[in-house]
């Protein structure tokens, strides 16, 4: 897996977004046992945290230290570097193995063996991820613009994964449908920016240009349909593969 976020560990946790509590509730509710669970690529472990409120257990791991020096403590959760192609648990260890918004950086053909290598039968394997953000016409055109034409070509090939919602995914699983669900926030217009900078491709851009991807232009545009002391709702999708090994 590629290590694209350390560089950015501190602010990767402030501005991206957390996954609904009702995604969870259903997730749960198409679980077997509650004993272990995997959160590979965890990031700052916002996955992790809900999991372990319902699994004695949640081995969280990630690529990156960085990422891990931001992670969220809980006593049900143990923190560790490393790669999730391989691992290195047990076989039939968990009970769950979840992926939040990492899957499309994986080797899948390698993690896909470690998925049925360490789930016990009947396990269930979840991958995770959120669409473009919605805000409000007027500002989607914006962010719509920073995404496709100011920042198309910055982006990995890999980002096609997310854009089409993982549905293209090589997925060799017993798949369960997922119901639609959305994330919900309230931001500023500064956390949309720093939502933004997060992103693979306008640190790309930063690295190769030696500056903002934010013209004075679309700065102002965006002044005129979201001022500053404004708050406003934003809206992820959520998209899914979630399966079981037989």
Known sequence: MKDLFSAQAAEYARFRPNYPAALFSWLFGQCCAFER???AATGNGRIAVVLAERFARVDATDASAQQLQHARPHPNICYSLGAAEPSIFPD????LIAVGQAAHWFDL???YGEVRRTLKPGGLIVLLGYGKIQV???VDVLIEEMYSEVLGTFWDEA???VEDHYRSLFFPFDEIPMPSFYSEHVWSREHLLGYIDTWF???SFLRERGSSPYSTRWLGRLDCCWPVNEKRTVRFPIFGRIGRVS
């Not at 039939?92 to 009970?95: A, E, I, S, T, Y």
């Open 37 to 39: 669970a995997w959160d």
């Open 92 to 95: 039939r260890h968990f009970d």
């Open 201 to 203: 491709a306008a640190r």
């Open 136 to 138: 409000a016409a007027e």
């Open 109 to 111: 053909d390698r993690f």
């Open 159 to 161: 980002r096609h994964l």
